[in-house]
């Protein structure tokens, strides 16, 4: 098993380009979440989904769009970039989103100029 | 608002026992977790507490007192492979997780 895959691994982009960071996961979970992780802050939700079909706005949405609709992939896109959105952006899954551990995938480096 | 205390970053040696702490105010209280997370790698879960008490599990143990809203993650025998940074996570009302910003941790022969 994979587990939480995540593509690309780094990229840079140039203000106002747009992108698509892409997660996949192999094990069957409910549950997804995008996270950004900047330094000396805390992992920061930005959307999640409950299941296929679902989206909801966690703690910074702004700025960013996320679509589920496979259950096993959840996106997250960045119409316009920013400066401000270079961070380092983890995608995670859960069986449900009650007690459940999360599994993180491995993270994308993005840059933007 | 909803904060996650802990320390910066804490150095130790080799072999010893280091205790990272991490206080906690949020809206509810759904459980208390422990990640560790090794440089420029992705978190990965040590431990969770629900009810008052230390759950142990080898060399890492986690203590919860919900009455003071406060953790500590307990590492013993330390090796090198334990320098990393420890995150800690609690699980508020409506079941979502606000982290912590990390303790970086640092081990010296």
């Known amino acids: 098993n994979a587990g939480v895959t995540q593509t690309p691994k780094f990229r840079v982009l140039k203000t106002g380009q747009s992108m698509t960071l892409l997660c996949a996961q192999d094990m069957n979970h409910e549950y997804m979440y995008w996270y950004r992780q900047d330094p000396g802050m805390g992992l920061r939700l930005i959307h999640y989904s409950v299941g296929e079909g679902t989206t909801a706005k966690g703690e910074v949405p702004d700025g960013y769009n996320v679509s589920r609709l496979k259950k096993l992939n959840f996106l997250l896109g960045l119409e316009s970039a920013a400066p401000s959105q270079t961070s380092v952006y983890f995608c995670?899954?859960?069986?449900?989103?009650?007690?459940?551990?999360?599994?993180f995938g491995p993270g994308t480096r993005l840059t933007v100029l | 608002g909803q904060n996650i205390d802990q320390p910066t970053e804490m150095t130790a040696t080799e072999g010893a026992i280091v205790q990272i702490n991490c206080t906690y105010q949020?809206?509810?209280?759904?459980?208390l977790f422990w990640y560790q997370q090794h440089a420029g790698e992705a978190p990965t879960f040590l431990s969770y507490?629900?009810l008052d008490g230390l759950e142990e599990k080898g060399r890492f143990s986690s203590f919860l007192s919900r009455s003071k809203g406060y953790s500590y993650l307990l590492l013993k025998e330390l090796q090198m492979k334990d320098s990393a940074s420890y995150l800690c996570?609690?699980?508020?009302?409506?079941?979502?997780?606000?982290w912590g910003a990390g303790t970086k941790l640092i081990i010296k022969p």
């Open positions: 996570a609690v699980k508020d009302s409506n079941y979502q997780l606000i």
């Open positions: 507490n629900v």
């Open positions: 949020t809206s509810g209280f759904n459980g």
């Open positions: 995670a899954s859960s069986p449900t989103g009650e007690i459940d551990t999360q599994y």
